[in-house]
């Protein structure tokens, strides 16, 4: 290493640094050595550090982020510049004044590697022992040693590279020693949520992780109900069935309102240089029940009773936000939390009647029974600045979603105002549902709400925001949206809109047929597939089906790409499209991907007649959700076909019953979309379940 020891006091630009030597990091020569980055030059090193250096109180995280992706491992081998570079990042992060003293000691921590075993790490270690307890805590890390780096330790033949190793990757070890001297709980705290991830280490030292865990012992029989909180957390990694024996007294201390303030003076993670609030914890707590989700749903119940009785408000809204989070996960929780949040509609704080009403828009019709309440809701505009929309926006999702019709006046002025909003997206938290996701399931409502529809569509024009929204509804209304045909049918002359009407006229058919001459007039960007479809939807209008069949055959016979053909829309026509099967048939056996292969599938059944190998095809989508499998997407597509086809084999059947028995949703995605999801597929399963079972001794 070329890096002289120097770490004095400098002038540079008429400011004196104390630490690190500008002369010493001049004299290293960076020539030659590699950074952990592909992209970015060794020069960036002595870059970032002299710009620490120089703004010495004014550093930040933001100046240190190049380090990281500098001279760490970064899931590579330990840059040959990470060496030179350790010294002068030790001394930046001992420097009293430097402001970024406590991001340095996290890039020290991640900088530990075997390769570095030689390197001195004397002035890293003193940081486990600074004054500023900020600095303890971002140190930690330091003291939590690695597996590869005990590895090192037990091959190594040189017995100094050994003792260097060995103090790097001292585990358990180093964080005892440190438990055993720091008094400060902000400190404390960390240190004991890293000794149950050291003793969980199976490569840890069994006398070390012994004593750690009776360190965590000691402090879950103390009086410390913060301390005992993140003894309970940390435990969990060694026990995981812990903090559900101890679910009664996590209770009591997080309903506590004493206890309350005490999280924020003590509960800091090693990885947040802020400490985290009781609220926060919860979630932190929460986690370690998961696997027990009848304790984990107990555990946010029993937090909102508690806090009703002591009238801690912010408690039982974060409570709610976990009953929500897990309504969410499990089809079960909406039994337990019904009355709760039906009760909870009458409570004073707004915020708590939004999250109570939006549970029960995710209940859904069986919420029935508070429908009289919800309607007394619709004209409460109390909010959460932390969520989205209402408590009379939320409350009329959740009146739809039970089927009252007390929910339909004014709900379409209500979801367009919705749409021209610049609304923030998130997903998990209780928010407004999107429009499609409202109306689509109204269907049967759509003389009562078109009108509304057919005036604020007339208002917005091409321009408006909710247009998009409103044309996915009125084309899964279908047929059913006709009395809006005449307002539609102006937005064919816009390039914005006219490939999404084209598309609904095609799903309301031959009903529509007095839009044909309208065709004449649409606009479109320049492109084939647009000018074909204007020729088909022309066709499906027309009623016209010898010409549809010949436009979508040719269309599947001549698409660039043939697995994405609109084989689905071939499959419509039946045996009529016998013509196209031999193409049909060798896109289907050279297919790999789930899409191609399973409409190939369904469209040679329809072509065909013949259920094998449909149903067979179908089975590799279905079966491997029963076993836990969550491709809900391809699972979707195949209980379509199923429906269509008519028919299941017994494996099917068996498959099918096992999914419908199971609690949990049956979906990827978060929020309210999960619930709906799930929904959705077990109303295609109850319809397969209703299919014919194939014949004894038919192909299955």
Known sequence: MTAGDEQVGVLADGMTMVGMSLEALDAVVWDGLDTSHWGRPVEDVPRALRRIALAGPAATEDDCDPLYSLVTERGCETPSAAAVALPFVVALAADPDNGARVTLAGLLAAMQAPALTDEDWTGAWALLTDPDPAVRRAAIHLASGSAGLLERWRTETDPAVRRAAIELARGCAGLLERWRIETDPAVQLPILIALGDAAADPDADQDAADTARAVLDQVLGGDDPVLWVAAVYASATLDQDLPVRQLDRLVDVFSDLAVRPRFEEAWYQTDYEVPSSRENVLWWISRRLEHDFEAQLSFAVRLIEAAGRTGDTPLRREALDLAWSQLVLRRSAATVLLPLAGALLDDPDGPIRLRAANILAGIGPTAAPYADRLAELLDDDEADDELDGTVGEIARWALARTGDPRALPGLIEQLRAQEEESRAYVLEVPRRPDTAHVLIPLRANAHVLLPTMRRAIRDGGPEGRAIFSFLAVLEAWGEDALPALPDLLPLL??????????????????????????????????????????????????????????????????????????????????????????????????????????????????????????????????????????????????????????????????????????????????????????????????????????????PS
């Open 493 to 698: 002359a816009d390039t914005r809109t006219s490939v999404d009407v084209l598309g609904l006229l095609r799903a309301m058919g031959p009903t529509a047929a007095s839009a044909e001459p309208a065709l004449s007039t649409c606009r479109l960007l320049d492109h084939p597939g647009n000018h074909w479809s204007v020729t088909w939807t022309a066709a499906c209008v027309r009623g016209d089906r010898a010409a549809a069949l010949r436009l979508v055959g040719d269309a599947v016979m001549t698409a660039e790409a043939p697995q994405h053909g609109p084989f689905l829309s071939l499959a419509e026509f039946g045996r009529d499209a016998a013509p196209y099967a031999d193409r049909v048939r060798s896109i289907h056996e050279r297919s790999t991907e789930w899409w191609p292969r399973l409409s190939t599938a369904v469209t040679l059944w329809s072509i065909t007649g013949q259920a094998d190998p449909a149903v067979q095809v179908l089975e590799e989508y279905v079966l491997p959700v029963a076993d836990g499998d969550d491709s809900f997407g391809s699972f979707r597509e195949a209980l379509q076909g199923l429906v269509r086809i008519g028919e299941i084999s017994p494996v099917i059947r068996d498959a099918l019953l096992t999914v419908r028995e199971s609690e949990r949703r049956l979906s990827q995605l978060h929020g309210y979309e999960a619930i709906l999801q799930d929904e959705e597929l077990r109303r295609l399963i109850e319809q397969v379940l209703a299919c014919t079972p194939a014949s004894p001794g038919e």
